[in-house]
Nanobody, 126 residues
Framework: QVQLVESGGGSVQAGGSLRLSCAAS??????????MGWFRQAPGKERERVAF???????TYIDSMKGRFTISRDNTKHILYLQMNELKPEDTATYYC??????????????????WGQGTQVTVSS
């Protein structure tokens, strides 16, 4: 059973930065061969895609995050990161990391990812 634990959320003013982390409790083989992603959900809204990273480090971003957010992974430490710069009030949400265990990044739909963290709150004030 895989456990994902996010950390790093908080409250910042617009224009500020935060770095989210997601620690995965799984084997190194499974982790490094898994598609990892970040999603977010604001109150009253559906869960939204943010960014994804393949096992070999290829990344995909949703347009509104390009140039501001950077996803990365450390396969030896089993940690996924999301560096968020130039934060805007509309980035306020609960951020979740997710894993498609042992699989390629074929899809970006939430139902493609079977392991989820508990979420970490990000609040950006204007």
């Amino acid at each position: 059973q895989v456990q994902l634990v996010e950390s790093g959320g908080g409250s910042v003013q617009a224009g500020g930065s935060l770095r989210l982390s997601c620690a995965a409790s799984t084997s190194e083989y499974t982790y490094k061969n898994s598609c990892m992603g970040w999603f977010r959900q604001a109150p009253g809204k559906e869960r939204e895609r943010v960014a994804f990273i393949t096992s070999d480090g290829n990344t995909t971003y949703i347009d509104s995050m390009k140039g501001r957010f950077t996803i990365s992974r450390d396969n030896t430490k089993h940690i996924l990161y999301l560096q968020m710069n130039e934060l805007k009030p509309e980035d306020t949400a609960t951020y979740y990391c997710a894993a498609a265990l042992g699989r390629f990044c074929y899809k970006a739909d939430p139902d493609y990812f079977e392991a989820w963290g508990q979420g970490t709150q990000v609040t950006v004030s204007s």
